[in-house]
């Protein structure tokens, strides 16, 4: 089992930042891979990002490349989405996930074990 808690979603103003953290507790085979997701009202669940936990590589989608950032801390304990030049089209509830070994880059929804309850984020313009 792996345990996760959200937290640092907050309103903002376009273009403000915000960092997200992620800490996760629980022994899992599922300790491989770190993503977040995000929710907006009215829509699916979409990738945003995520790292391994082992190597370090990240992978983000087109929509947040170059303004988002994923990292961990050394333990791989605490995950955090570092969020610059925010957009209202970045309003959503954001899901922290964990993943056993992916195939690829651990973009998939159904590759993801567990979930946190989410963190809601909203960007005012």
């Known amino acids: 089992q792996v345990q996760l808690v959200e937290s640092g979603g907050e309103s903002v103003q376009a273009g403000g930042s915000l960092r997200l953290s992620c800490a996760s507790s629980?022994?899992?085979?599922?300790?491989?891979?770190r993503g977040w997701f995000r929710q907006a009202p009215g829509k699916g669940r979409e990738f945003v990002a995520t790292i391994n936990l082992i190597y370090g590589n990240t992978y983000y989608s087109d929509s947040v490349k170059d303004r988002f950032a994923i990292s961990r801390d050394n333990a791989g304990n605490t995950v955090y989405l570092q969020m610059n030049n925010l957009t209202p089209e970045d309003t959503a509830v954001y899901y922290c996930a964990a993943a056993g070994p992916c195939s690829g880059d651990c973009y998939l929804l159904s590759e993801y074990d567990y979930w946190g309850q989410g963190t809601p984020v909203t960007v005012s313009s």
């Open positions: 629980g022994r899992s085979f599922s300790n491989y891979a």
